[in-house]
């Protein structure tokens, strides 16, 4: 049983170029939650999604970034003309809401670690 | 919305010895507080939670206590191991608000 599956595990960008960072849930899991690790700082909340619709965006950056998790395929994290101060580790988490009494627990990836040179 | 404090930021101890980390949250409402245990170049990986219509949970050597009035909750690990080294994260919530993080090393 795969776990949550992230890529690519490091992403290299210039600045002004575009990041892509992918995640696929674990098995059987609808919803998927991005959060940013800065260094040497807890992880910060961005977005919670479910399959083709977004439930939660109140920490995502109001401009450049962008989520979607697709009827088919992996989880989007978008990042539009990156700057420096982008770069972290970007994790993604999945869960099974409808499964009782665990639905709320959460399972990371392995991230994706951004550096924007 | 939800703020969680996490104490403390390292923590060394020997071999053997006991670890307690403990954390404070401000949302009255939060009832779901998992622990994750981080290594390098790792993502976080759930080691315990606890529920609010719970007071403690234990699983092997790992313990969690949680005080809903005083709204703190408690990491406890017992008979330490070095594969205990790492940083651990509380967090409270259902979109998880994590604390700072606790360095944990433990010397052989």
């Known amino acids: 049983n795969a776990g949550v599956m992230q890529n690519p595990r490091h992403l290299v960008r210039r600045r002004g170029q575009e990041a892509r960072l992918r995640c696929s849930p674990m098995k059987g899991h609808s919803h998927v939650y991005w959060y940013r690790q800065l260094p040497e700082e807890g992880l910060k909340f961005m977005v919670y999604?479910?399959?083709?619709?977004?439930?939660?965006e109140s920490g995502m950056p109001k401009e450049r970034f962008s989520a979607e998790f697709p009827k088919e395929g992996p989880s989007i994290l978008r990042i539009q003309q990156v700057v420096r101060g982008d770069s972290a580790a970007y994790f993604c988490a999945s869960s099974n809401p409808w499964r009782e009494p665990r639905g709320d627990t959460q399972y990371f990836g392995p991230g994706t670690r951004l550096t924007v040179l | 919305g939800e703020n969680v404090e996490q104490h403390p930021s390292t923590l060394s101890v020997q071999e053997g010895d006991s670890a307690v980390i403990k954390c404070t949250y401000s949302d009255s409402a939060s009832n779901y507080f998992p622990w994750y245990k981080q290594e390098l170049g790792k993502g976080p990986q759930l080691i315990i939670d606890?529920?609010?219509?719970?007071g403690e949970k234990k699983d092997q050597r790992i313990a969690v206590t949680l005080n809903k009035t005083a709204k703190h909750f408690s990491l406890h690990i017992t008979e330490t191991q070095p594969e205990d080294s790492a940083v651990y994260f509380c967090a409270a919530g259902g979109k998880l608000t994590f604390g700072q993080g606790t360095i944990l090393t433990v010397h052989p």
């Open positions: 999604l479910q399959k083709e619709n977004i439930i939660d």
């Open positions: 606890i529920r609010s219509n719970v």
